[in-house]
């Protein structure tokens, strides 16, 4: 059984800065593949969708009780 769940909210590892994603952005799990890999989506504040990523579990951690979300200003998007 695999340690994230659809729609589980899970936190970026490491920088992604082709995307202008850093470690610690959040993100929802959209599409569970198998036990490691995770269609992720990175949403920005207004609702956009920043990326839309497939992501090992060596990407992702899960949230941990008491950390707080934060809004940053980011690149202008890629897509």
């Known amino acids: 059984m695999s340690q994230f769940e659809l729609l ?3 936190v970026l590892s490491r920088d992604l800065p082709e995307y202008d994603l850093r470690a610690g952005d959040a993100g929802t799990i959209v599409e569970v593949y198998d036990d490691s890999n995770f269609e992720v989506e990175f949403i920005e504040a207004s609702g956009k969708t920043r990326a839309l990523l497939t992501l090992s579990s060596d990407d ?3 949230v ?3 950390e707080m979300l934060t809004v940053r200003e980011s690149a202008p998007p890629y897509n």
Do not use: D, F, L, P
Request: without cysteine; hydrophobic residues 65%; aromatic residues 0%.
């Open 60 to 62: 992702i951690r899960a």
């Open 8 to 10: 589980e909210v899970v």
């Open 64 to 66: 941990v009780a008491g």
